[in-house]
């Protein structure tokens, strides 16, 4: 009982590290959308090196 209560910890705490890296992706995802949607074209050159667009409209900035 008690190895199954130690494996239910560690597997709570790696959801939990899961959960924390799913948001920090999405805060990173929105930002790089909202900065390139305000960067002028110049701007645009001097630091992203390219946007994709994936399908389900999913933009991912590659930056330099």
Known sequence: ?????KKHEE????????EDKTREYNRVKIHD???VM???PEL????VERVEVHPDN???VIWK
């Open 1 to 5: 009982m008690e190895a199954l209560r």
């Open 58 to 60: 999913e933009i991912r």
């Open 33 to 35: 959308s909202f900065v």
């Open 38 to 40: 305000k960067l002028t």
């Open 11 to 18: 597997l709570m705490e790696k959801l939990s590290l899961a």
């Open 44 to 47: 645009m050159d001097e630091y």
